[in-house]
């Protein structure tokens, strides 16, 4: 069984920045890949970034791309979302996954309980 831990989510003014932080505990046979996923307020929870965990191609929404960078530490089992330029659109409760490279929730195997994001205008 595979455990997320997600940390590093909070109250941020519209320009700031934040790291997300996602911990990973137990062995995940069929994932190749780990993502971040958010939903904000009134809307469904859709795929933000993603990066693959031999090789570490990346996949952003167009949204964040040249904001948001996404990164892994194999050795620590942790993957990273750094967040830039933050905007208040990007309010969202964010969610650490485990999967197949894709944007499609459904292949997304496992996944944290989510941390707030709060960005203020």
């Known amino acids: 069984q595979v455990q997320l831990v997600e940390s590093g989510g909070g109250l941020v003014q519209a320009g700031g920045s934040l790291r997300l932080s996602c911990a990973a505990s137990?062995?995940?046979?069929?994932?190749?890949?780990m993502g971040w996923f958010r939903r904000a307020p009134g809307k469904e929870r859709e795929f933000v970034a993603a990066v693959k965990l031999i090789g570490g191609y990346t996949n952003y929404v167009t949204s964040v791309k040249g904001r948001f960078t996404i990164s892994r530490d194999n050795a620590k089992n942790t993957v990273y979302l750094q967040m830039n330029s933050l905007k208040p659109e990007d309010t969202a409760v964010y969610y650490c996954?485990?999967?197949?490279?894709?944007?499609?929730?459904?292949?997304?195997?496992?996944w944290g309980q989510g941390t707030q994001v709060t960005v203020s205008s």
């Open positions: 996954a485990a999967g197949r490279w894709a944007t499609v929730q459904a292949l997304y195997d496992y």
């Open positions: 137990g062995r995940a046979v069929r994932s190749d890949a």
